[in-house]
């Protein structure tokens, strides 16, 4: 599964080894039987396991007026279409972000700093670097090739339940789960709960495995329902181990 828009569902807690911290007084400060605990590792699981889980998590268990705060990061503010390798293909531009002046849905991009944007260069695109740095690029719209121009920004976005719904089908539904996977730590103290995992995972070109630990915090509202979802990972650790390197 790729790194950044994850959740998750699960149904099997049996299978799962969870981990209570206690303050320097011996007394837990993790909470790991209670409804919230129950339902945030549910959560985390669904996200690790495949994409019709975790729509269904998302479904049933996010509140109408919840919110999913996905990670940082510098880019752009689109999505380009990870089941079609002929052409790069914008499928979602996130408003109020650098590609939302230039960029629209069904735009594919020719060329990206004057590399041919195919499905072999996908890993030389000049997407990442510095925020404010432009990057030129030629894409086609309606049949018409045009050059445009984009700067990076700092993306921090917050999607409704809504927009969650449309941004999960996204993604890769073949290569959405990963090898293996376990909870690592469970805190909560009122209606905050914080989940630790981590996952093992093998890049599909290449088949070089990687590991990565992240931290999704949950907030439930009275009714027992996520109101509010976000996490941390280590998306550069990731990259490190597949041979990446991030240079000025």
């Known amino acids: 599964m790729n790194n950044v828009s994850k959740m998750i569902l699960g149904a099997v807690f049996t299978a799962i080894s969870i981990t209570s911290i206690a303050d320097g007084h ?12 129950k339902l945030a590792i549910a959560w985390v699981t669904a996200v690790n396991t495949g994409m019709d889980e975790t729509l269904a ?8 007026d919840g919110i999913f705060r996905p990670a940082r990061y510098v880019g752009f503010g689109f999505q380009l279409d990870p089941n079609n390798e002929d052409e790069m293909t914008v499928v979602r531009v996130t408003p109020d972000t650098p590609a939302s002046e230039v960029l629209k849905e069904g735009d594919v991009f020719v060329s990206v700093a004057g590399v041919p944007a195919t499905y072999e260069n996908r890993d030389r695109m000049s997407f990442r670097g510095k925020p404010g740095e432009p990057v030129k690029a030629v894409i086609n719209r309606d ?17 409704s339940k809504e927009q969650a719904l449309k941004n999960i089908p996204l993604g890769d539904r073949e290569n959405w789960g990963v090898d293996s996977f376990q909870i690592d730590e469970v805190l909560s103290e009122g209606n905050v709960v914080h989940v ?12 070089i495995e990687y590991t990565e630990r992240t ?34």
């Not at 998590?57 to 109408?64: C, F, I, L, P, T």
Request: zero cysteines.
């Open 26 to 37: 011996g007394k837990p400060m993790g909470l790991t039987e209670g409804p919230n605990e």
């Open 57 to 64: 998590m998302v479904k049933e268990n996010m509140a109408e």
């Open 143 to 159: 049949g018409k090739e045009m050059a445009i121009e984009v700067k990076r920004g700092i993306i921090a976005t917050t999607n």
């Open 196 to 207: 630790v995992s981590s996952y093992t995972d093998t890049e599909d070109d290449t088949g």
């Open 215 to 248: 931290m999704t915090r949950f907030v439930f509202d009275a009714d027992g329902k996520v109101s509010w979802v976000g996490g941390l990972g280590e998306s550069r650790f990731v990259l490190e181990q597949q041979g990446y390197t991030i240079t000025r």
